[in-house]
């Protein structure tokens, strides 16, 4: 009732100030909430990035074996320096003429071979036995012969192939006949092409450093030094390399290309430590008509690696975001994302928390993956077709309703992070939809890359980017052989044993998606 009164007995004009000042605080009120609902979902849009990342860095610690992040990444095949002595002998000899015999009395005398080791003897002689010179055609008689050694290998078991060159004489024109000498891989070495590839194959493919294969051949019966091996490797790297240079061209002649990297370590010469380094892959499109792989290692992860394979190769490169790629996509290359990579955020997304955007956005990957298990088998235009009438409607609404959302996610959450990966390369990752040869993602490359990164377990480190480049070479022949359908071992020996005598110009012959053994 006082307090009426009082305000009975101001003044109009009294009364509108005293408005004016309640209005004021309301103003301040209003003001200090808004602050204080953008203050709280900010810190809401923070514990949910906070629970997001721990939850995946749960995963990677306590997830199962086969989701689990290796804590240790080990480095890159270890490799002896042996191997890139022997290589760098092995090219300079490529680069001099040949030279005069020289005098037998100066090669140095190689240690028998066992006398336990089981032995093979094959026998060479000449197709005739007449005398060839003109006018004599005299039958001609065995006066001795010439046996060499090699050593072979099948897993476990060591055996020695004696090769016995028989001479032959005419008595009449004293002229003498023998059977030439097979070309090897290692000239006047002891293996045979079949314990080179038991070697490269075990390195490469099973993952067995050297050190390990010395004590498996020493448990067969003979230890080969690891300094042997190593130079074994060396010389077989340079060997097979035009063949690997062959396999690259192949690979550049198609429209649509695989890339993907992942890191290794690499020895610093001289420095005893080791930095990154990257092993690139590049793959023909999942639905090209061939299936092969080229792997390049490199000091970096630089895109200039990438824009030196690629050369002026101009098509439709499949890959992640990584922007050492952007470059060629301005220079003619079009770009073709991966829709797995953008469908992995929103299943981190769901795993962390059961995101209910998340769990929609899931659903609609798995309509438009639903639609590519039915049409990986079709013609390009097949595809195509049935992708424009199913898959497009789905990817517009998918991309309409992201938009949708993303308007109502404060930037700094993982949802909006999730968004955004999507909404930005939107363009590269629905392209597919517009051209039947292209796949929806890049898993056909992380496919051929995944033995690397489970082969790293057992390696220690490239040595040299000699090493590193070397076993690029030879692991582009292995996983493409594989690819293929072929066994690694029966490929490389085969091919290791037609190469020294094999054309140049027919090399590609001899490519994994070409081979045919030769006793075919």
């Given at each position: 009732?006082?307090?009426?009164?009082?305000?009975?007995?101001?003044?109009?004009?009294?009364?509108?100030?005293?408005?004016?000042?309640?209005?004021?605080?309301v103003?301040?009120?209003?003001?200090?909430?808004?602050?204080?609902?953008?203050e709280?979902?900010?810190?809401?849009?923070?514990?949910?990035?906070?629970?997001?990342?721990?939850?995946?860095?749960?995963?990677?610690?306590?997830?199962?074996q086969?989701?689990?992040?290796?804590?240790?990444?080990?480095?890159?095949?270890?490799?002896?320096?042996?191997?890139?002595?022997?290589?760098?002998?092995?090219?300079i000899?490529?680069?001099?003429?040949p030279?005069?015999?020289?005098?037998?009395k100066?090669?140095?005398?190689?240690?028998?071979l066992?006398t336990?080791?089981?032995?093979?003897?094959?026998?060479?002689?000449?197709?005739?036995?007449?005398?060839?010179?003109?006018?004599?055609?005299?039958?001609m008689q065995?006066?001795?012969?010439?046996?060499?050694e090699?050593?072979?290998?099948v897993?476990?078991?060591?055996?020695?192939?004696r090769?016995?060159?028989?001479?032959?004489a005419?008595a009449?024109?004293?002229?003498?006949?023998?059977?030439?000498?097979?070309?090897?891989?290692?000239?006047?070495?002891?293996?045979?092409?079949?314990?080179?590839?038991?070697?490269?194959v075990?390195?490469?493919?099973?993952?067995?450093?050297?050190?390990?294969?010395?004590?498996?051949?020493?448990?067969?019966?003979?230890?080969?030094p690891?300094?042997?091996?190593?130079?074994?490797?060396?010389?077989?790297?340079?060997?097979?390399?035009?063949?690997?240079?062959?396999?690259?061209?192949?690979?550049?002649?198609?429209?649509?290309?695989?890339?993907?990297?992942?890191?290794?370590?690499m020895l610093?010469?001289?420095?005893?430590?080791?930095?990154?380094?990257?092993?690139?892959?590049?793959?023909?499109?999942a639905?090209?008509?061939?299936?092969?792989?080229?792997?390049?290692?490199?000091?970096?992860?630089?895109g200039?690696?990438?824009?030196?394979f690629?050369?002026?190769?101009?098509?439709?490169?499949?890959?992640?975001?990584?922007?050492?790629?952007?470059?060629g996509?301005?220079?003619?290359?079009?770009?073709?994302?991966?829709?797995a990579?953008?469908?992995?955020?929103?299943?981190?997304?769901?795993?962390?928390?059961?995101?209910?955007?998340?769990?929609?956005?899931?659903?609609?990957f798995?309509?438009?993956?639903?639609?590519?298990?039915?049409?990986?088998?079709?013609?390009?235009?097949?595809?195509?077709?049935?992708?424009?009438?199913?898959?497009?409607?789905?990817?517009?609404?998918?991309?309409?309703?992201?938009?949708?959302?993303?308007?109502?996610?404060?930037?700094?959450?993982?949802?909006?992070?999730?968004?955004?990966?999507?909404?930005?390369?939107?363009?590269?990752?629905?392209?597919?939809?517009?051209?039947?040869?292209?796949?929806v993602?890049?898993?056909?490359?992380?496919?051929?890359?995944?033995?690397?990164?489970?082969?790293?377990?057992?390696?220690?480190?490239a040595g040299?980017?000699?090493?590193?480049?070397?076993?690029?070479?030879?692991?582009?022949?292995?996983q493409?052989?594989?690819?293929?359908?072929?066994?690694?071992?029966?490929?490389?020996?085969?091919?290791?044993?037609?190469?020294?005598?094999?054309?140049?110009?027919?090399?590609?012959?001899?490519?994994?998606?070409?081979?045919?053994p030769?006793?075919?």
């Open positions: 009732m006082v307090q009426q009164q009082s305000l009975n007995n101001l003044s109009a004009e009294q009364l509108r100030e005293m408005v004016a000042s309640l209005m004021g605080h103003t301040d009120k209003d003001a200090q909430i808004a602050r204080h609902q953008t709280l979902k900010h810190s809401q849009a923070l514990n949910a990035k906070l629970t997001h990342e721990n939850a995946l860095l749960k995963r990677m610690k306590f997830a199962a086969s989701e689990r992040f290796n804590a240790e990444q080990k480095s890159l095949l270890e490799d002896e320096i042996e191997a890139d002595l022997a290589a760098v002998a092995v090219e000899e490529q680069l001099q003429p030279a005069a015999a020289p005098d037998a100066q090669q140095p005398k190689r240690q028998p066992p336990q080791l089981p032995r093979r003897e094959i026998h060479h002689e000449p197709e005739s036995t007449t005398c060839s010179t003109p006018g004599c055609g005299c039958q065995r006066i001795g012969e010439d046996v060499a090699k050593l072979d290998y897993p476990g078991v060591f055996t020695v192939e090769h016995i060159r028989g001479k032959w005419c009449k024109c004293e002229s003498i006949q023998q059977a030439p000498v097979d070309a090897h891989v290692i000239d006047k070495g002891i293996p045979t092409a079949g314990l080179l590839a038991q070697v490269l075990a390195k490469y493919a099973d993952h067995l450093p050297l050190y390990r294969q010395e004590s498996i051949f020493g448990r067969a019966g003979l230890a080969i690891r300094s042997t091996l190593a130079q074994w490797v060396g010389t077989c790297g340079v060997r097979l390399q035009p063949l690997v240079d062959a396999l690259k061209a192949e690979i550049l002649s198609h429209r649509v290309l695989h890339a993907d990297e992942t890191p290794v370590q610093k010469p001289g420095k005893g430590t080791t930095h990154r380094a990257y092993l690139w892959a590049y793959a023909p499109g639905f090209e008509d061939i299936k092969a792989v080229v792997y390049d290692f490199c000091e970096s992860r630089a200039e690696h990438a824009r030196a690629l050369g002026d190769w101009e098509g439709s490169l499949v890959c992640d975001d990584f922007s050492g790629y952007k470059a996509f301005a220079n003619g290359i079009t770009e073709a994302g991966c829709l990579h953008a469908r992995r955020k929103f299943f981190d997304l769901h795993a962390a928390n059961k995101s209910q955007i998340a769990g929609f956005a899931l659903e609609q798995s309509k438009v993956y639903d639609i590519e298990r039915e049409v990986k088998d079709l013609n390009a235009d097949q595809r195509q077709a049935i992708r424009q009438q199913h898959s497009k409607p789905v990817l517009n609404a998918l991309h309409e309703w992201m938009t949708l959302q993303r308007h109502k996610m404060p930037d700094s959450s993982a949802t909006a992070r999730a968004l955004d990966y999507s909404l930005r390369r939107w363009t590269a990752l629905t392209r597919f939809a517009d051209d039947g040869q292209l796949p993602d890049n898993n056909w490359i992380e496919n051929q890359i995944r033995p690397i990164a489970i082969g790293r377990n057992n390696w220690l480190f040299s980017l000699r090493a590193g480049q070397r076993a690029a070479a030879v692991m582009s022949l292995v493409s052989a594989r690819m293929t359908g072929h066994d690694p071992y029966a490929y490389l020996r085969d091919v290791l044993t037609r190469l020294p005598t094999h054309r140049t110009r027919d090399i590609d012959q001899l490519l994994p998606h070409r081979w045919q030769a006793d075919a």
